[in-house]
């Protein structure tokens, strides 16, 4: 499903509920999030066709990531805290590498403030 979004271009509604959600998820005190995201790909899927079995072969090769990038901006209640950040980046980055690719760079924005880039 991931391969599939990403080589059409577009991810689905349930990848970007996920996506949307995350933040709650992963952090306490999330007063907002917005999410800025680049997940276009420049490849054309190939397919071969066999017009005598009515068959069609998908080519899905691993897409050229290097420019996929998900911005989080999030407007964070710093009364509550958010013990153990490296481990909370950590299962962010897990979790997006689950739903859609590994390598994908991530940046996470506390009030104004970068607080997580990927490496």
């Known amino acids: 499903m991931a391969q599939l979004s990403i080589h059409s271009n577009r991810i689905n509604e349930v990848h970007e509920l ?22 276009e790909n420049q490849s054309i899927v190939d397919y071969e066709a066999d017009n005598k079995k009515i068959e069609i072969r998908y080519k899905l090769d691993k897409p050229k990531i290097d420019h996929f990038k998900i911005i ?27 739903l859609l690719w590994n390598g994908i760079f991530l940046e996470v924005i506390f009030n104004n403030k970068s607080v997580y880039k990927s490496k």
């Open 72 to 98: 989080y901006d999030l407007s964070i209640d710093e009364t509550i805290q958010n013990e153990y950040l490296d481990k909370r980046f950590e299962a962010l980055e897990r979790s997006i590498s689950a």
């Open 18 to 39: 996920n996506l949307k959600t995350y933040p709650f998820l992963f952090f306490n005190g999330v007063k907002s999030a917005k999410i800025e995201y680049n997940l």
